[in-house]
């Protein structure tokens, strides 16, 4: 956690595919929180009021149920930094891993640059994928 200083960064998202997609493009430790989509009592507790001195993104579907989602967190986590998927790929899971890491290169996030390279709508050889 932030015990060491600055704090740690942490993207929240609403699933387990979401997490690991921003997690094959990152190139630096990030904390990736998912709230299964709901933002229920528990979570709340457990995972995301924790998260107040922490360095917080919020990255979830342009969907309705991630705008509420959005809306319930930035209630709760009224200084995190909000990251938006583009509306034409509705959800961050059918994202192309090289838009992923623009927006998350563009937010101050060490990226693996090879993803910086490929074109919009296409996927990188299979080889880079871990």
Not at 75 to 92: D, G, Q
């Amino acid at each position: 956690m932030g015990d060491q200083g600055a704090p740690q960064k942490v993207i929240i998202v609403e699933g387990k595919t979401d997490r690991a997609r921003i997690l094959s493009v990152l190139d630096e430790p990030v904390r990736v929180v998912c709230t299964k989509g709901t933002l229920s009592y528990t979570t709340l507790e457990e995972l995301i009021l924790p998260l107040q001195d922490e360095e917080v993104y919020i990255l979830v579907d342009a969907d309705e149920p991630g705008m509420k989602l959005r809306r319930q967190l930035q209630r709760e986590l009224p200084n995190a930094k909000h990251l938006y998927t583009r509306r034409v790929y509705r959800e961050v899971a059918r994202t192309p891993l090289g838009v992923l890491a623009k927006v998350l290169h563009d937010a101050h996030f060490a990226v693996d640059e090879r993803w910086l390279d490929v074109p919009e709508g296409c996927e990188p050889p299979w080889g880079w994928i871990q």
